[in-house]
Structure formats: structure tokens, C-alpha cells
């Protein structure tokens, strides 16, 4: 993983607009912070890989008994990787990861939750995804000689790849997947999943092992001052929070950063 220091809005754009299509993006509101899932940080001191096994297959349980009481739409995942996501979506810890096909998505998440006050850098991460999987799906063929996928016949099919062999045997690979059904917020971000295949392994573990050592991982740690810059660059593309939730919440969350962005 490297790092690349900007303290210039054009120079962040024009970085950004030379990447390739291949690159998947998340936002953090602080430059300090690792990329860890929920799960990740709701263990925080208690991790081990028998605590994340545990909570885990509590959750998963808990959250598919219960899942009819509440379902107003008659709609069940059909696979271990969207209940994750119906469950990412609803608020509850798991090992995913959230991304965007967006760098601008990915900046506006970075803006959402950034407190004005305290003038931190903020950052984004960007992970050439083609070349990610690639070497997930090399690691898998070393394992097993049966195993003949490749990026072109698991589209589609990430789920399914999944459930039946990267959970099932706890490969200690990065996994990056738009489950099969796709909910109309992670359409509207364009959003897609990074996991660990091993569930006892932190997934910033996973990327920084010599498996992705040729994986470009790149961070980019964002000045402070270009916090309003970057808002108002926003906000002529009509990236905000109505638009990227598209209901009532996103509205009051977009309201709530114009109220922050001007009372800087």
C-alpha cells in the first residue's frame, strides 16, 4: 500500500481522472483510519478469529430468524454473501467492506462524516480491483487443481464462488463482489464489497501480504483545508446525500453538511 499527499483540489482530480476503470474507492473521514470493517471495530481489544467466527455466525443466525417478522417487501437473499449485505445495509456488524465504482462517491462519504472543527486531513483509498481478484483467483487455483475460474466466468457468479469455496475453506484472500441482489442504495453509490476470506483475519491483514504485493493499493491522504473546496466541486456535480440515499434520511443528512459547510 502507498500513500500520495495532496494539498491541492486540481491535483486530486487530475490524479483521480488518470486512474483506469479498474479501481474501486472508499472514503474516510479521518486519514488516521485503518480499513476495517464493522465487525473489525465493534471487537475492537476482544478481536481473535474464535470472537469474529462467534459473532458472526450469532448475527447471521439471529438476523435470518427474524428476518420475516420485519421483511415488508418479500424479498430473501438467497446466498451467505447478501444476507451480509442485507445485514451491512440494516446496520449490523459484518466483515464487509464498502466500496464505490466512484472516486466522487467516495469523496463525498469522506465529506459526510469529516468534522469541520477539527481541521484533520481525510483520505481515500483506491484498489485496482482487476488485479486484486486475479491474484485471489491464482491463490485459489494453487489450492485447488480443480479450480479453473477465472474474472470473465465469475461475473455473475461472486456469490455463488463464495459461499461453495472462498468461506467454505477460509482462504486468506481479499474477496470484491456486488452480490447478485443489489439493493437501490448500493446501486445509486455503485457500490461493491471487499471482505476477507478468512474471517479470523483482519482484512487489511489480507491486503498488505505478499499475495497483493504487486496489487496497486493506493491511500490518498487528503489536506483539510481543501474540505470546502472539494464540497463546493461536489456539490456542480449534484453529488449529495439525497441523491446518493434517495430517501428522507439522505435529504436530512444533505441538509445537515450544507448547515456544517457554512457555518465553517
Given at each position: 500500500m502507498t500513500n500520495q499527499v495532496f494539498n491541492d483540489t486540481d491535483e486530486l482530480i487530475k490524479f483521480l481522472n488518470s486512474l483506469p476503470n479498474n479501481f474501486v474507492y472508499r472514503g474516510h473521514a479521518?486519514?488516521?483510519?485503518?480499513?476495517?470493517?464493522?465487525?473489525?471495530?465493534?471487537?475492537?481489544?476482544?478481536?481473535?478469529?474464535?470472537?469474529?467466527?462467534?459473532?458472526?455466525?450469532?448475527?447471521?443466525?439471529?438476523?435470518?430468524?427474524?428476518?420475516?417478522?420485519?421483511?415488508?417487501?418479500?424479498?430473501?437473499?438467497?446466498?451467505?454473501?447478501?444476507?451480509?449485505?442485507?445485514?451491512?445495509?440494516h446496520g449490523v456488524p459484518t466483515r464487509l467492506l464498502d466500496f464505490t465504482e466512484s472516486p466522487?462517491?467516495?469523496?463525498?462519504?469522506?465529506?459526510?462524516?469529516?468534522e469541520a472543527s477539527?481541521?484533520?486531513?481525510?483520505?481515500?483509498?483506491?484498489?485496482?480491483?482487476?488485479?486484486?481478484?486475479?491474484?485471489?483467483?491464482?491463490?485459489i487455483r494453487q489450492k485447488d487443481k480443480d479450480f479453473n475460474e477465472t474474472r470473465t466466468s465469475i461475473n455473475g457468479r461472486q456469490?455463488?464462488?463464495?459461499?461453495?469455496?472462498?468461506?467454505?475453506?477460509?482462504?486468506?484472500?481479499?474477496?470484491?463482489?456486488e452480490p447478485a441482489e443489489l439493493n437501490a442504495r448500493m446501486d445509486r453509490q455503485s457500490g461493491c464489497?471487499?471482505?476477507s476470506g478468512n474471517r479470523g483475519i483482519k482484512l487489511?491483514?489480507?491486503l498488505n501480504s505478499?499475495?497483493?504485493?504487486?496489487?496497486?493499493?493506493?491511500?490518498?491522504?487528503?489536506?483539510?483545508?481543501?474540505?470546502?473546496?472539494?464540497f463546493a466541486l461536489l456539490r456542480k456535480m449534484n453529488l449529495n446525500s439525497s441523491v446518493i440515499y434517495g430517501d428522507l434520511a439522505g435529504l436530512a443528512k444533505a441538509i445537515r453538511m450544507e448547515m456544517q459547510i457554512y457555518a465553517v
Open positions: 479521518n486519514a488516521s483510519w485503518k480499513l476495517e470493517s464493522t465487525l473489525e471495530r465493534i471487537l475492537w481489544k476482544n478481536w481473535s478469529a474464535e470472537n469474529a467466527r462467534k459473532f458472526e455466525e450469532y448475527s447471521l443466525q439471529r438476523f435470518m430468524a427474524k428476518f420475516h417478522l420485519y421483511d415488508r417487501e418479500n424479498y430473501e437473499p438467497k446466498s451467505k454473501l447478501s444476507w451480509l449485505s442485507m445485514m451491512q445495509h466522487y462517491v467516495a469523496l463525498y462519504f469522506a465529506l459526510e462524516f469529516y477539527s481541521s484533520n486531513d481525510f483520505a481515500m483509498y483506491a484498489i485496482d480491483y482487476s488485479s486484486l481478484l486475479e491474484s485471489s483467483l491464482d491463490y456469490d455463488v464462488i463464495f459461499d461453495n469455496i472462498v468461506d467454505r475453506f477460509s482462504y486468506d484472500i481479499a474477496w470484491v463482489t464489497f471487499i471482505l487489511e491483514e489480507i505478499d499475495l497483493y504485493k504487486n496489487c496497486q493499493i493506493v491511500k490518498f491522504i487528503i489536506s483539510g483545508q481543501l474540505y470546502t473546496h472539494i
